[in-house]
């Protein structure tokens, strides 16, 4: 048996961001940043704001700073769109039994039992 068909398009379209937007802040307390006297590091999403008054666990640091997120920063545009298209799909079922009709039972039978003996 043959098999065929051809999936249907609703145009092209692409994807995008839309309205998410995910924010929110972190504080780094005093440390260094590979070797230099910068306190912190913000790339991406993340933005690196004004040094503050950081309270950690144990004192209160100058050198802290305060970072901001913002998830719209890091990713903007669209996916690729490749139009309207569609796809088309064919193949063949396997041919078996030559028009003739297919035996589907069990090639074997079991018969179990038991009997009484007196």
Do not use: P, Q
Not at 10 to 25: D, K, P
């Amino acid at each position: 048996m043959k098999f065929s068909g051809t999936t249907s398009s609703n145009g092209g379209h692409t994807h995008n961001r839309g309205t998410m937007n995910i924010t929110g802040e972190f504080a780094n307390n005093g440390e260094a940043w590979k070797n230099t006297t910068t306190s912190g590091h913000a790339a991406g999403a993340f933005t690196r704001m004004t040094t503050r008054n950081v309270t950690s666990h144990t004192e209160t640091s100058n050198g802290g700073c305060y970072y901001s997120f913002d998830a719209s920063k890091t990713w903007s545009g669209a996916t690729s769109n490749n139009g309207a298209h569609t796809h088309t799909y064919s193949g063949n079922t396997e041919n078996l039994g030559s028009g003739t009709a297919l035996a589907v039972t069990n090639a074997y039978i079991m018969l179990m039992g038991w009997y009484r003996i007196s």
